[in-house]
Nanobody, 115 residues
Framework: VQLQASGGGLVQAGGSLRLSCVPS????????MGWYRQAPGKQRELVAE???????NYADSVKGRFTISRDNAKNTMSLQMNSLKPEDTAVYYC??????????WGQGTLVTVSS
């Protein structure tokens, strides 16, 4: 099973994008779902994560601008990104942790924000 991330692209500062993450097959017992990003020359960092009950946690740099959501029935996840800034430019990865502590990473989708 793979995670397929999509929705990245080129957008001007102040614009919006919506990322989606869809599994290629069945994944059982998903616990935490999240988005990470990695900018050139920087370490991968957590952007947002969400529990099965919908409790979300955000990096300080995206609070108030990004919204994470999930569909537990379909095991899909989205990240609505508003008021994008050039510093949001990165490859965004979806990430899943199961109740059995297994982890899956998506292939990444590139977000480029021009000034």
């Amino acid at each position: 099973v793979q995670l397929q991330a999509s929705g990245g692209g080129l957008v001007q500062a102040g614009g919006s994008l919506r990322l989606s993450c869809v599994p290629s097959g069945s994944i059982f017992s998903i616990n935490i779902m999240g988005w990470y990003r990695q900018a050139p020359g920087k370490q991968r960092e957590l952007v947002a994560e969400i529990t099965p009950r919908g409790n979300a946690n955000y990096a300080d740099s995206v609070k108030g601008r990004f919204t994470i959501s999930r569909d537990n029935a379909k095991n899909t996840m989205s990240l609505q990104m508003n008021s994008l800034k050039p510093e949001d430019t990165a490859v965004y990865y979806c990430h899943v942790v199961t109740w059995g502590a297994s982890e899956l990473w998506g292939q990444g989708t590139l977000v480029t924000v021009s000034s």
